[in-house]
């Protein structure tokens, strides 16, 4: 859809400026422009780019949209990888980024309490001044945002051992879509008085309420951290020592997977000296007690061995740790060799069966002829599989098309879901109904409706199957 600033009366205009400050409405289509993308890559611009000052700003702001009816679409560091934060109906975004503080950091109760533009990254090295920690680590953690973080409840390879956001967030502050400002939640450890409207707003993509104030928990920082590495000659192998590790008893922070293609992209990129045989590897690290992690990490190193590892390392310097992640950190930069564009798809399924998701993937790669690279985060079983494309290459978009969505049925059929961090946003829209149960749907969009009957924040995401983006999704 084309938007257009002409297309909103002049009187909400008007209205923006007298709530938040002239200087604070952007109009003009250069300034419009940036707002309308996300890291999907879709795009569209906003008729205008509001910045609150502070929730009771954002609040009037919402009550004028239901006023005049045009949609609102809360935004934080635009990082999303689904169209979440795009205005694909026109109408407004409500930029959070002028709510960046850290209000409250209180190591006694082990809680923070911050305004949602606060970068994650940021955050974590604030608390680690107090030797305390906040782990989700999405990889975006350098530039997206905690609301956003919570919007989308992000994650990263450390969920594994510590979770994703949502079970860090004890409460919130919120807008509603009508414009009211609610608090949820506690600053205890413990709370259940009520619903849980916490726990619905977190992961509701900005389609329920803006959020304006996070309560989040802290744990104590880990005392020290080692890594490992292992080389496997058959996926399967790698596959089944994740399962062992884990039935060991030991709780690895991170546990990450790179498959064949990933390594030979990564090796034709920077020679790491990955053996040209490796069908998979497997990239541990463990944290805790100092005196813990040698025996945790020596009986790691015999799993991966009895399950046939061609070579293990083990770093313990913080250097040695480097080197072994530098084929992980490496795909990024490895995958833009292959082609200009990706679709990143983060589908998880239960761990048991990752290595037949790895196989899956491979014949589906050859099925339609395209490069398909598969690495994650095997402790949690979410393996970001890239199908790399060339966007004006129509013939290769079409049968992308087709490789996601039997991906897709595959995920389900092995009991998987189709985003494990991204979330639903724009372009998991036309397959949000194939995992849902049809119940669930309705259950869904009743609370949707009962929040916001004149549908104005973020409308169109996740319950309007919109084909129209497929084609130039790319990551
Ligand atoms: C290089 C790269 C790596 C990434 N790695 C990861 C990863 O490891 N794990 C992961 O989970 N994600 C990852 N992402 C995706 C993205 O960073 C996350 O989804 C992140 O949480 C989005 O934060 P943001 O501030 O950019 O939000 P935006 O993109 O601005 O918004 C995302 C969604 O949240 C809503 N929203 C934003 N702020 C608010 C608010 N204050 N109130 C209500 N709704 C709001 C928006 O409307 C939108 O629906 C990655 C993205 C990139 C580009």
Same mark, same amino acid.
């Given at each position: ?7 909103? =009366? ?24 940036? $707002?309308? $993308? ?21 609040? %009037? ?11 609102? /679409? =809360? ?31 209180? !190591? ?9 533009? *606060? ?10 001044? &107090?030797?305390?920690? $906040? ?26 051992? &510590? ?29 259940? @008085?009520? $619903? ?23 744990? +104590? ?29 030991? @709780? =690895? ?13 990564? #090796? ?6 990955? +053996?040209? %045989? ?10 805790? !007690?100092? #005196? ?40 990024? +930069? ?15 399924? !239960? ?16 099925? /339609?002829?395209?490069?398909? *690279? ?21 013939? %290769? ?32 829209? !036309? ?9 669930? /749907? ?22 309007? =199957? ?10």
């Amino acid at each position: 859809m084309k938007a257009d600033a002409s297309s909103l =009366p002049d009187a909400v205009f008007h209205t923006l400026r007298e709530i938040v400050g002239r200087e604070h409405v952007l109009t003009a289509l250069e300034d419009r422009v940036p $707002y309308g $993308y996300d890291a999907s890559k879709l795009s569209t611009p906003p008729q205008a780019v509001v910045f609150p000052g502070d929730a009771a700003e954002a609040a %009037e702001i919402i009550r004028v949209a239901n006023r005049f009816r045009f949609p609102v /679409y =809360p935004r934080g560091a635009g990082s999303g990888m689904v169209g979440g934060a795009v205005p694909d109906r026109g109408g407004v975004v409500l930029s959070l980024a002028r709510l960046n503080r850290i209000l409250e950091l209180n !190591p006694d109760d082990m809680i923070a309490v911050v305004e949602p533009a *606060v970068v994650t990254g940021v955050l974590q090295k604030t608390v680690a001044q &107090y030797g305390l920690f $906040y782990p989700p680590d999405p990889a975006s953690l350098d530039f997206s945002t905690i609301g956003g973080n919570v919007a989308t409840c992000a994650g990263g390879p450390r969920a594994v051992k &510590y979770g994703v956001t949502r079970d860090y967030i004890l409460g919130l502050e919120a807008i509603l879509p009508t414009g009211e400002l609610i608090t949820t939640g506690t600053r205890t450890m413990k709370g259940v @008085v009520g $619903y849980d409207l916490t726990r619905l707003l977190v992961g509701s993509e900005g389609t329920l309420g803006v959020i304006t104030k996070v309560v989040l928990r802290l744990i +104590p920082a880990p005392e020290a951290v080692m890594t490992a590495s292992a080389v496997f000659a058959a996926i399967d192998q790698a596959g089944r020592a994740v399962s062992a590790v884990l039935k060991a008893r030991i @709780v =690895p922070t991170c546990l990450e997977l790179l498959d064949r293609a990933t390594l030979c992209a990564v #090796e034709n990129h920077v020679p790491l000296g990955i +053996p040209r %045989e490796a069908d998979g590897l497997l990239i541990a690290e463990v944290d805790g !007690p100092l #005196e813990v992690l040698p025996r945790q990490m020596a009986a790691m190193e015999k799993i991966f061995r009895d399950h046939g590892a061609l070579a293990v390392s083990v770093a313990e310097t913080a250097q040695e740790r480097e080197k072994l992640w530098a084929a992980r950190r490496a795909i990024s +930069p490895a995958l833009g060799r292959i082609r200009p564009g990706k679709i990143n798809e983060d589908v998880t399924v !239960p761990r048991s069966r990752i290595a037949d998701l790895i196989k899956f993937n491979q014949a589906l790669a050859r099925k /339609y002829d395209l490069v398909i *690279v598969s690495f994650g985060h095997a402790g949690d079983g979410n393996i970001h599989t890239n199908i790399m494309v060339d966007r004006s290459n129509g013939d %290769e978009m079409a049968r992308a098309e087709k490789a996601v969505e039997e991906l897709f049925r595959e995920v389900l059929r092995l009991g998987g879901t189709l985003s494990g961090e991204h979330g639903v946003g724009i372009t998991k829209s !036309p397959f949000f109904q194939w995992e849902i149960h049809p119940g669930a /749907y309705d259950a869904m969009l009743r609370i949707k409706r009962a929040l916001d009957p004149n549908n104005i924040l973020n409308p169109g995401k996740m319950f309007i =199957p919109n084909r129209a983006f497929f084609h130039t999704r790319s990551g």
